[in-house]
């Protein structure tokens, strides 16, 4: 009787060892190809913007330009909102991660939000404040291309992010 309890225990050991194996920590959100489409498509539509202004422009010619702010930034926005629709993983290993962020001095894993979300609304706030700049008094070259420059670097984030969560 002894030997079939230890042998029992041993079995349940090995079974317990197997599954914890089997697990795999998840630190980030699922892949959602409608993001990274979405990402690609903006990006696209925002570089032709750009290419557009990249000459001074004027606010008298605003108007011809307004629906494709409002729809680079109504994209953004509803981006912004897939992105943070999507469950972020919580765990020992999501808590374990961000200790080993924090002791090397880096930022640590937001709980609530992908890092894709915070850089689609400072894209969304940046084409906002590029629109009123160019609906008050146009936009001058220097302004086009600081623009630019911010819009690419959240840009490059999200899209960094997003087709990271791919692998």
Known sequence: MNMVFRNWRILLALLALLLAAGCATQLAPAYDKAI?????????EAMILFATLSAESESKSYPARAATYN????????????SRARPM????GHEAANKLLEKRGLPV?????APSATALNRMS??????RDTDRK??????????????MSIYMDQAMTYEAFLQR
């Open 109 to 113: 894993v937001g709980d609530d939000e």
């Open 36 to 44: 990274v489409d979405g990402l690609r498509s903006s990006n696209r």
């Open 71 to 82: 729809q680079l930034i109504g994209t953004l926005d509803a981006l912004e909102m897939q």
């Open 89 to 92: 993983p919580k765990g020992p």
């Open 125 to 130: 706030a940046t084409l906002s404040k590029m």
């Open 137 to 150: 008094q146009g936009l001058s070259p220097t302004e086009v291309q600081a623009f630019k420059g911010q």
